[in-house]
């Protein structure tokens, strides 16, 4: 059975580890556990066989399973290849690991990228890691917003809040370094449909191509048309119009 207990991860890790405790279960850490992290090394073997001369390799980091999974197969390879992490600013747990050492408690604030939203980084993922790793970044919720925006509309591609923190990376030039390389950025998809219409909807308004306003407008014949000729010869259309009578 589905069970979607906790506000975030790793709530719902504590609630899963008394339930194998309660029911003799084995709990398995979803991006902890060794296996796990092996699993992950998998991806960074076909980066290499799949784009021989990669410059860079930027990995969305919450619990850190997948940053370490890659960074371990792909410097066993190639040592030259810079590892980049990236995750949301409402949530920076790695790159707080990462400045003090240790896998440190971060606050956890709703983000996009809530596949990422992890107070704490997972021991074993970030004890292999944090060698590994070249930088870590983070992007705000705008950021994440167009880059799902912009990966629909131009790449056909829908991508979940913690995948698209590579992207939006770039598109606040934070990757400029890497301009004129081959760069890899690793995502998901599993993003649900309603959100991501919520998701697509905000990114036009942080991109300045939606906006919602008032306008009195006469209610004699021909007003509102007035109002949609007007808004027609400024080169945008209408969304949606919603009228309100205000008593006398």
Avoid at 7 to 18: D, M, P, Q, T, V
Avoid at 59 to 70: D, E, K, N, S
Avoid at 118 to 135: M, Y
Wanted: aromatic share 4%; charged share 25%.
């Amino acid at each position: 059975m589905h069970d979607c207990s906790g506000k975030n991860l790793s709530e719902s890790r504590l609630i899963a580890l008394g339930k194998s405790l309660d029911e003799g279960g084995k709990y398995i850490n979803g991006y902890d556990h060794k296996d796990v992290i092996a699993g992950a090394g998998t991806v960074g073997l076909e980066i290499i066989e799949q784009v021989p001369d990669v410059d860079a390799v930027v990995l969305p980091a919450g619990g850190g399973g997948l940053v370490a999974g890659v960074a371990t197969a792909i410097k066993g390879l190639r040592s030259d290849v810079k590892i980049i992490s990236v995750e949301a600013d409402r949530c920076p747990s790695f790159k707080n690991a990462l400045q003090v050492g240790h896998p440190i408690e971060t606050s956890v604030l709703p983000t996009l990228a809530d596949g990422l939203a992890v107070s704490v980084s997972g021991v074993n993922a970030f004890a292999t890691a944090k060698d590994k790793v070249d930088d870590g970044i983070v992007v705000d919720e705008k950021a994440i917003g167009l880059a799902i925006l912009r990966l629909v509309e131009l790449e056909k591609i829908v991508i979940e809040g913690a995948g698209a923190c590579g992207v939006g990376a770039l598109l606040l030039g934070k990757l400029n370094q890497f301009k004129g390389k081959k760069l890899t950025v690793l995502g998901g998809g599993n993003i649900d449909t309603t959100q991501l219409g919520r998701v697509m909807e905000r990114g036009m308004v942080w991109d300045n191509r939606l906006v919602r306003f008032k306008v009195n407008v006469s209610d004699r014949p021909g007003g509102i048309s007035e109002l949609t000729n007007i808004i027609a010869e400024n080169g945008a259309s209408i969304e949606d119009i919603f009228l309100v009578k205000e008593a006398l």
